[in-house]
């Protein structure tokens, strides 16, 4: 078997759901239950190959496994080059679970039926983008399957989304993060043309001058800082939240908003560690700042989406701080924290999602008192709200407490403010759910009161058993993680 994953067997793993999308262009639009078990199957499949690759992964191998390779243009120095390492293992289970979840969802809550094949086909072509992404070895390669997943995407919020504003959003989420990532193509041309390849492997061993690292590290910021997204370049993503259909939300602030966080490990810190070292003093303001004003700005929202998003913003903060904090901790601690944020902001985002499907309408001033009606609901939001909060026991605690831990060996000043921003965390936080959950019941806003489906709390209990696995037991995910962050700080110092 391990011959078998280790010889082409990545490419077929990526490219599965390409495969399903081939499959369901031949079936008739109207045959409706088909095409969803065939988009289901296909995604369970894939989410248990991303376990299987998890259980052969070798703990003690700090380079690449399962390398595999495909030359696809005429071009000798750029190839299709698949490999997984402690890294990027836990991108590829976190997409494969969350797509898995957004198909569950959508079985029957797609209103435009004509359109559900396009639907399926849509999410599926973003899982295999979104797996190539992440186990891609080349960098021009990464570049288009990065900006590939921007088109479905885009017609994800421009034809699915929830309100009147979608195509608004949808265009201001196409031109924000295709207009940044023009800066990494440039950098990626330079490289090309200075070093005569495009793969990782072969970069990591260039040395670059001081003055070469220092303009290129800035055209890879730009890109990843509009896909993290990082205060100021931050304006697209709330409306893009409030605009996208629920399991748009999902897969936006569970997958790919790490994109950026993934392009800053795998690519500016082991490519550029001069500059990462020059420009550390700014990403640690513009961190600071996004902890500061995303979580007094979540104390001002009265749109449930928009009060997710600015909270997703505030903890992406704490994932910079920690990525660019130069130690063992710091980094492994801001992978945790991406994967726990992953979980508990996609399931906070499922959780608004049960409330609008309800009773139409996101706005926080006509909710109140839904533990009356909404027992099981509220206990499981109360639970997610904990976790984002950072509540010991949970995926985000970890996550936070080693970046705290990183941050406090090289500045106490860091430390004081990240730790005031975990303050405002638990302020919006506990301020959001006894807004809704507490209180009088609205009657006169709500005449169907119903607790959630079965299918919903299927959804939500993988979240619920994966945050807690993270946060009781955090060192099956730190073991992959730990050997491929040695060898990223050996690129640093």
């Not at 369901?24 to 199957?41: A, E, G, H, K, V």
């Not at 000798?76 to 898995?100: A, C, E, H, M, Q």
């Not at 499981?380 to 985000?396: C, E, R």
């Not at 806003?445 to 619920?464: G, R, T």
């Amino acid at each position: 078997m391990y011959w078998i994953f280790n010889h082409n067997f990545l490419i077929w793993v990526n490219n599965i759901p390409l495969l399903g999308c081939l499959l369901m262009i031949f079936i008739p639009r109207d045959n409706l239950n088909l095409i969803r078990f065939i988009s289901y199957t296909i995604s369970i499949v894939t989410f248990l190959i991303t376990i299987f690759l998890w259980i052969l992964f070798d703990e003690s191998y700090h380079y690449f496994q399962f390398v595999t390779s495909l030359k696809i243009f005429n071009i000798s120095s750029v190839k299709y080059v698949l490999g997984v390492d402690g890294i990027s293992l836990f991108f590829l289970i976190l997409t494969s679970l969350l797509i898995l979840i957004s198909i569950l969802l959508s079985w029957n809550s797609i209103k435009q039926l004509e359109l559900t094949k396009e639907f399926f086909i849509l999410f599926l072509i973003i899982e295999s983008l979104l797996l190539n992404a992440f186990s891609i070895i080349d960098l021009l390669l990464f570049y288009i399957f990065f900006e590939s997943v921007l088109i479905p995407m885009f017609a994800i919020i421009g034809i699915f989304g929830s309100r009147t504003r979608k195509i608004r959003a949808s265009y201001q989420f196409f031109l924000y993060t295709l207009v940044g990532s023009l800066f990494i193509l440039v950098a990626i041309l330079l490289i090309y043309f200075e070093t005569g390849t495009t793969n990782i492997s072969i970069l990591y061993n260039v040395d670059f001058s001081e003055r070469r690292q220092l303009v290129l590290w800035l055209a890879f910021f730009a890109s990843f800082a509009v896909k993290v997204p990082i205060i100021p370049v931050h304006i697209w993503l709330p409306e893009a939240h409030a605009e996208a259909p629920t399991i748009g939300s999902i897969i936006l602030a569970g997958i790919l908003l790490k994109l950026g966080g993934y392009g800053f490990l795998r690519f500016s810190l082991p490519l550029f560690p001069y500059a990462s070292l020059y420009y550390a003093p700014v990403i640690y303001i513009l961190s600071i700042l996004a902890i500061i004003y995303a979580s007094l700005t979540t104390l001002r929202q009265i749109d449930l989406k928009k009060i997710v998003a600015y909270s997703s913003i505030a903890h992406i903060g704490y994932v910079i701080l920690g990525i660019f904090s130069f130690n063992m901790e710091g980094i492994e601690g801001s992978i945790l924290l991406i994967l726990g944020h992953g979980f508990v902001s996609s399931a906070l985002f499922l959780c608004v999602g049960i409330l609008y499907d309800r009773y139409h309408t996101r706005i926080l001033k006509y909710y109140s008192g839904l533990v009356i009606f909404m027992p099981i609901f509220s206990t499981l939001l109360f639970f997610f709200i904990l976790a984002n909060l950072g509540f010991p026991g949970t995926s985000n605690f970890i996550g936070e407490f080693l970046i705290l831990v990183g941050l406090s060996q090289s500045s106490a000043l860091l430390t004081i403010f990240s730790a005031f921003g975990i303050i405002l965390s638990a302020s919006y936080c506990l301020w959001f759910y006894n807004r809704i959950v507490f209180g009088n019941l609205k009657e006169k806003y709500f005449n169907f009161l119903q607790d959630i489906s079965k299918k919903e709390f299927i959804a939500l209990l993988p979240l619920i058993i994966l945050t807690l696995w993270i946060g009781l037991y955090p060192n099956i995910f730190l073991k992959p993680i730990h050997i491929t962050a040695v060898r990223l700080i050996s690129h640093i110092i």
